[in-house]
């Protein structure tokens, strides 16, 4: 070996040296983050994926960072081909010096899977070809087939997934049926709920269809008419920018699992579009803000919260692509003649609305004497049934305004017998249940005072509040759809408020192409809307709930209490 030659050859050791030493430090580095520094053992990542069949596509230049894995020697080279402790430092060398020589290094051969490869011979060359810094290689690739792509950032640990989602595909075809279609997931495991999920789909299109279904129907049935009607709500309200490291697909199934877990607490079924906005406030809310409503909890009584801030349940609407307000109504009974009168009235509103009712009935420390519960149950299917409405009855446990609470959030309207109005002593109003319900309530509360009402005259009560806008919002709804006739009414102040809330209420009203009467009256604005209520012939009142704080409600009083202590006919609270 010429002199020269010896001079090349010990700065090739001394680049293997270098190479070594930073092989050592990735290994550290490793450790300390757990991330993983393997390459890919070719025949596993084909068993796992079950990659059959190969085709040659000649010589390619590959590039260099898209090599993740090897034949036989995954085990002698970090992740990017740092040489470990089994590589001998002479061979190295030697190919080394072969690739500044005038002859070159000749290509190396692969295997292809996905976008990425594996080489089957030339460690060597791709080590020092990358410790001089190329970006590509010359390679003979031998490509082999799979369902899945796998891309050079794949994971060792994704490689289960992928795995699962190779036998996912094997059964579904849907790689063929849709080819559009990717349904990765980022947890193991989740493959067999999908799988699951069309086996029920299947089971449940024979019997609409009235016919066997084949499996391949099944599955472009699921993925057109179940799974993606979900993924386009999740993709419009753009929640895979709140789960960044999430799928749609993980989204999917998540929304299928709350669901099922959310239905069998409830006792009745519960619409996609509440289990999107309960996942998206979940998500949103900062674990400072949830920390700080459990300490609100801890110190604050139930009868004092304030309940969700107004316009919440017109927010949840915006997504809504059914045009119905009311779709689902909530009534809790009791099996007393009051609280049918609240069945009667939420079957008069399901049958304008084509609603479903569910009804909710809390279960007493002691029954009342001769109380049958099998026959109250048959007496609250019958009344649906005759009446053409879909309704189901809840047996539960609990507080009643707890109760009735947690389940209104999965509805639309609670429709609540009014037997025990809020009293008028301060004491009286904090320990009214139906003044707890109002304040803590997510959704409009109609109160019914022992009578059923056809719903076709309104009386709306305004003072430009809030919750005044939202009870607005419903009567222009409600004139609109059910073609009912509005009356407004607005008490006046000294401070000639009334007249803006005249003005505001009147334009938005035309804006929706809906015309009303108004009523500006001086005086107590409860006495006001009784005496025009009872003047024009409303069969009930639209109306903002609490406008002041919990406290101050309490010790005070509200418009809203004289009210339902005094009105013959029912009365919508909006929040």
């Not at 260099?64 to 590589?87: E, M, N």
């Not at 209490?561 to 013959?568: A, H, M, N, V, Y």
Request: hydrophobic share 40%; glycine share 6%; charged share 25%.
């Amino acid at each position: 070996m010429s002199e020269g030659s010896i001079d090349s050859y010990g700065k090739a050791i001394e680049d293997f040296r270098r190479a070594r030493s930073q092989a050592d430090l990735r290994e550290l580095l490793s450790r300390l983050t757990g991330a993983s520094n393997q390459l890919l053992s070719f025949d596993e990542v084909r068993r796992l994926l079950k990659a059959e069949g190969s085709s040659e596509r000649g010589v390619r230049d590959i590039p260099l960072d898209a090599i993740v894995g090897s034949v036989g020697r995954y085990t002698d080279f970090t992740r990017d081909f740092l040489p470990r402790r089994k590589v001998q430092p002479h061979r190295w060398a030697r190919v080394r010096l072969a690739a500044s020589g005038l002859v070159g290094l000749p290509p190396i051969d692969v295997y292809k899977i996905g976008e990425v490869y594996f080489v089957q011979d030339g460690n060597h060359r791709v080590s020092v070809a990358r410790q001089l810094g190329a970006k590509y290689i010359q390679a003979y690739v031998t490509e082999v087939r799979t369902h899945v792509q796998i891309t050079p950032d794949i994971e060792p640990d994704e490689l289960i997934l992928k795995a699962e989602y190779n036998q996912f595909l094997e059964q579904t075809h849907l790689d063929q049926l849709r080819p559009e279609a990717d349904l990765s997931v980022t947890v193991p495991g989740k493959y067999p709920t999908l799988l699951d999920h069309i086996d029920v789909h299947r089971y449940y299109m024979g019997i609409d269809f009235q016919r066997p279904i084949s499996y391949k129907e099944a599955v472009t049935h699921w993925y057109d008419h179940v799974y993606m009607p979900i993924v386009e709500m999740v993709h419009e309200r753009g929640m895979l920018r709140d789960f960044p490291n999430r799928t749609e697909t993980d989204l999917y199934i998540w929304i299928a699992e709350h669901r099922a877990e959310l239905e069998m607490e409830l006792g009745f079924p519960v619409r996609t579009e509440y289990i999107l906005n309960h996942l998206q406030e979940t998500q949103q809310a900062s674990w400072i803000s949830r920390l700080g409503e459990k300490l609100f909890d801890l110190v604050v009584p139930e009868e004092l919260e304030a309940g969700p801030p107004p316009g919440k349940w017109r927010g949840g609407l915006l997504q809504r692509s059914d045009e119905r307000l009311f779709i689902d109504l909530l009534v809790p009974v009791n099996g007393t003649p009051d609280s049918w009168c609240a069945l009667e009235q939420a079957i008069r509103i399901a049958r304008r609305e084509n609603a479903d009712i569910h009804g909710l009935h809390l279960l007493p420390d002691k029954p009342p004497e001769g109380f049958d519960l099998q026959a109250f149950e048959a007496e609250f299917d019958r009344r649906c049934l005759e009446s053409g409405i879909k309704g189901k009855l809840v047996i539960s446990e609990g507080d009643i305004v707890e109760e009735t609470c947690k389940r209104a959030a999965a509805a639309d309207l609670v429709v609540v017998n009014l037997s025990y109005p809020p009293g008028n002593l301060p004491l009286e109003r904090l320990n009214s249940g139906f003044r707890n319900l109002i304040a803590r309530c997510p959704r409009p509360v109609l109160a019914t005072p022992q009578t059923v009402s056809e719903l076709n005259h309104a009386l709306l009560a305004y003072d430009d509040s809030l919750k005044a806008r939202e009870a607005l919002f419903v009567a222009a709804y409600l004139a609109q759809k059910w073609l009912i006739k509005l009356h407004v009414v607005i008490a006046q102040d000294e401070q000639g408020t009334g007249e803006r809330a005249l003005n505001n209420a009147q334009e938005y009203l035309e804006q929706q192409g809906l015309s009303a009467a108004y009523i500006l009256e001086s005086g107590k604005p409860a006495e006001i809307v009784l005496e025009a209520c009872s003047a024009v012939g409303a069969d009930f009142v639209i109306m903002g709930g609490y406008g002041l704080k919990p406290v101050l409600e309490v010790v005070l009083g509200s418009t809203v209490d004289s009210i339902l202590q005094t009105s013959k006919v029912p009365t919508l609270i909006c929040r």
